[in-house]
């Protein structure tokens, strides 16, 4: 009896250590395979909590500039080098302080800004959901998350 009984234990053990390496071998393949109907990464720019910017930063733009979906004409501006200007007051008032945004290869950072922290530019490119680009003078938080 105690013979059988440790055979059935030695069983089920076995069942799930096998159940064991399959969820994990699956949640393995997942990570690595990306979903075909995955949008790519989206960066948003908020100034004082509204969106005032939004830019699809995926490799499906071809690698290159990063492709714009949203843009508060009030607060932002295109420059000649693909970059955008970022008002704190608006683009009728520049001289309230501004941010110069640059989206390339997947990546967003703020290369130039008017504030005296310079903490915004010190941050470099970002180009995971996890990071963020902060300008606590200028109230402008720049964060990416994945477009479904």
């Given at each position: 009896?105690?013979?059988?009984?440790?055979?059935?234990?030695?069983?089920?053990?076995?069942?799930?250590?096998?159940?064991?390496?399959?969820?994990?071998?699956?949640?393995?393949?997942?990570?690595?395979?990306?979903?075909?109907?995955?949008?790519?990464?989206?960066?948003?720019?908020?100034?004082?909590?509204?969106?005032?910017?939004?830019?699809?930063?995926?490799?499906?733009?071809?690698?290159?500039?990063?492709?714009?979906?949203?843009?508060?004409?009030?607060?932002?501006?295109?420059?000649?080098?693909?970059?955008?200007?970022?008002?704190?007051?608006?683009?009728?008032?520049?001289?309230g302080g501004m941010n110069v945004l640059m989206?390339?290869?997947?990546?967003?950072?703020?290369?130039?800004?008017?504030?005296?922290?310079?903490?915004?530019?010190?941050?470099?490119?970002?180009?995971?959901?996890?990071?963020?680009?902060?300008?606590?003078?200028?109230?402008?938080?720049?964060?990416?998350f994945k477009e479904n």
């Amino acid at each position: 009896m105690k013979d059988r009984q440790k055979k059935n234990d030695i069983r089920l053990v076995v069942v799930l250590l096998i159940l064991a390496a399959l969820s994990a071998g699956f949640t393995a393949f997942r990570r690595l395979v990306p979903e075909k109907n995955a949008g790519g990464p989206v960066a948003v720019v908020k100034l004082d909590g509204r969106e005032v910017l939004r830019l699809s930063l995926g490799p499906e733009n071809g690698g290159g500039d990063a492709e714009l979906l949203f843009c508060d004409e009030a607060y932002v501006s295109k420059r000649e080098d693909g970059g955008f200007y970022v008002y704190q007051k608006g683009t009728a008032d520049p001289d309230g302080g501004m941010n110069v945004l640059m989206a390339e290869n997947g990546h967003i950072s703020c290369t130039e800004a008017d504030c005296p922290d310079q903490v915004c530019v010190r941050t470099g490119s970002i180009s995971l959901d996890t990071e963020t680009i902060v300008c606590l003078p200028h109230k402008m938080i720049v964060t990416i998350f994945k477009e479904n």
